[in-house]
């Protein structure tokens, strides 16, 4: 099967499916986690000064520009601004605390409230710094065909352990070419799948950080 370069995988009845999957998932999520969600936020606030949400731009569906969520798990740069460039490994701008927040994702919580507002969806290709999509746009053949669906918080390349930080080509190229696979053969049981080996494989790993 192939992916049309003009439609969502996500359209019609698949995209009522996802919608709803999206809610009552998201909305499960952030009952159970509302408190230790509190409890982080308190964590943020009193590891480091600065804000409590770290919110950064990104390219959504069809490249719109959405802002996305996260605790925050860096030292603010000095323009006021965090997180201005991607996290490495062993990275001393991480806290402490938000070092600990990467190795369980903790830090992506927020973003089922992005989720719930509709910008994200649970299972997708996930959302790239701006300035990744213009780079890897023009040296990875295919590459924007991930817009044609929503940024998603976990997804099947991060599951196959090509998360973290891609800093070589070849690595955004797999985690390119997961994504489109993943949009050729979406299914609600896929996505399930993927959730299901998302918390008990893919929260924690090498390549969180």
């Known amino acids: 099967p192939m992916i049309s370069v003009y439609d969502s995988p996500h359209s019609g009845i698949q995209s009522w499916i996802k919608r709803v999957e999206d809610i009552v998932l998201s909305s499960l999520i952030l009952l159970v986690s509302g408190p230790p969600m509190l409890a982080i936020a308190l964590g943020v606030k009193l590891s480091s000064p600065g804000p409590v949400i770290f919110k950064q731009p990104r390219y959504g569906m069809s490249g719109e520009e959405i802002i996305v969520w996260k605790f925050r798990t860096m030292t603010v740069c ?6 201005c460039v991607q996290a490495t490994k062993e990275d001393t701008r991480v806290t402490r605390f938000g070092a600990f927040l990467r190795k369980y ?9 992005n989720v719930l507002q509709g910008r994200m969806t649970i299972v997708g290709p996930r959302p790239h710094a701006i300035a990744h999509n213009e780079y890897y746009r023009k040296r990875i053949p295919g590459y924007m065909l991930r817009h044609k669906a929503k940024p998603g918080i976990t997804g099947y390349a991060q599951i196959n352990g090509w998360r973290g930080e891609t800093d070589t080509l070849e690595k955004m190229e797999k985690r390119v070419e997961y994504d489109l696979e993943y949009m050729r053969n979406w299914s609600l049981c896929l996505d ?12 924690k790993g090498e390549n969180a950080y």
């Not at 399930?192 to 929260?203: E, R, S």
């Open 192 to 203: 399930l799948k993927i959730v299901f080996l998302t918390v008990f494989k893919g929260f």
């Open 78 to 83: 000095e323009d006021g601004t965090d997180e």
């Open 105 to 113: 994702s903790l830090d992506e919580l927020p973003q089922f409230i």
